[in-house]
């Protein structure tokens, strides 16, 4: 999802008294609702996203909780993330889509998720989309797989990158065709709480555009949780093993920041399958 800040390889760093500033800070934030609204009723997850980190930043605490309650969750990745190189000398463009190939395979591994798909499509910029085929290739997944929920971005794509609304729209095009009834699609978004706390510290970063993100009350989401203790710590060590994208990130806000912005993921009701 981000696509601005150049690292080094390996697991983003930081020290022993950064980790356990960043802990506190996000077992505070647990503590003061520990909350997980609509989590036990998922069943199957389908994440579809568009580049490598997309799952993480919004979903990683959701699918690991997911994963160790037995259930099944597949991800899908539509493109390899080798557009995402800010930095040319360190990161050069022809070797992005092998290094973030690593990365997310990494991240899924620690988070335990151990079904995942590549559409293998070409990531160029925030305003090339993505070929028309995903309609078709994620409407024989979904009709395979038969999930109870999709993970997925809104029609905003969340930052207003092209690829995140194409995906968008396979998924939901794909629960509407070849959906289970019963079955549901939720949006990405974001807490008004979270916006007002964390979208300034963004803004060096130009992530989010105009608009954007989309933003929806605690009472509207379909899906909200508040991690906390073991899963929060899954989550960032997923989230840090995409080096090529966030090492920069945590060095600028610090870790109490990092550990409690990383400690909220929110979904708001997409479309039902009647």
């Known amino acids: 999802m981000l696509r601005r800040c150049p690292a080094e390889r390996g697991p983003a760093r930081i020290s022993?008294?950064?980790?356990?500033?960043?802990?506190?800070?996000?077992?505070?934030?647990?503590?003061?609702?520990?909350?997980?609204?609509?989590?036990?009723?998922?069943?199957?997850?389908?994440?579809?996203?568009?580049?490598?980190?997309?799952?993480?930043?919004?979903?990683?605490?959701?699918?690991?909780?997911?994963?160790?309650?037995?259930?099944?969750?597949?991800?899908?990745?539509?493109?390899?993330?080798?557009?995402?190189?800010?930095?040319?000398?360190?990161?050069?463009?022809?070797?992005?889509?092998?290094?973030?190939?690593?990365?997310?395979?990494?991240?899924?591994?620690?988070?335990?998720?151990?079904?995942?798909?590549?559409?293998?499509?070409?990531?160029?910029?925030?305003?090339?989309?993505?070929?028309?085929?995903?309609?078709?290739?994620?409407?024989?997944?979904?009709?395979?797989?038969?999930?109870?929920?999709?993970?997925?971005?809104?029609?905003?794509?969340?930052?207003?990158h092209a690829a995140h609304k194409d995906v968008s729209a396979w998924a939901t095009k794909a629960l509407m065709d070849a959906g289970k009834p019963g079955s549901k699609v939720l949006y990405a978004t974001v807490t008004p709480e979270w916006a007002a706390e964390f979208v300034p510290i963004w803004e060096p970063f130009n992530v989010f555009r105009p608009g954007t993100p989309p933003i929806t009350p605690r009472d509207e989401l379909a899906l909200y949780v508040e991690l906390s203790g073991e899963i929060l710590e899954q989550k960032v060590n997923a989230i840090n093993a995409h080096v090529s994208q966030v090492e920069a990130i945590v060095e600028a806000v610090g870790p109490q920041v990092w550990w409690r912005e990383m400690s909220f993921e929110a979904f708001r009701p997409g479309e039902e399958r009647g």
């Open 16 to 160: 022993r008294k950064g980790k356990q500033a960043g802990r506190e800070a996000g077992q505070e934030a647990g503590r003061e609702a520990g909350q997980e609204d609509g989590m036990d009723e998922l069943g199957t997850i389908l994440g579809v996203w568009a580049h490598p980190d997309d799952e993480c930043y919004l979903s990683a605490g959701i699918m690991a909780r997911a994963v160790r309650n037995g259930s099944r969750v597949v991800c899908v990745t539509a493109t390899r993330g080798e557009g995402g190189s800010m930095d040319e000398e360190k990161w050069p463009p022809e070797n992005m889509g092998e290094v973030r190939t690593r990365e997310l395979e990494r991240s899924l591994e620690i988070l335990g998720v151990q079904e995942h798909i590549w559409f293998d499509m070409q990531d160029v910029d925030m305003e090339t989309g993505l070929p028309d085929e995903g309609f078709e290739r994620v409407g024989n997944l979904v009709a395979d797989i038969q999930p109870d929920t999709i993970l997925t971005f809104g029609p905003d794509g969340m930052t207003d």
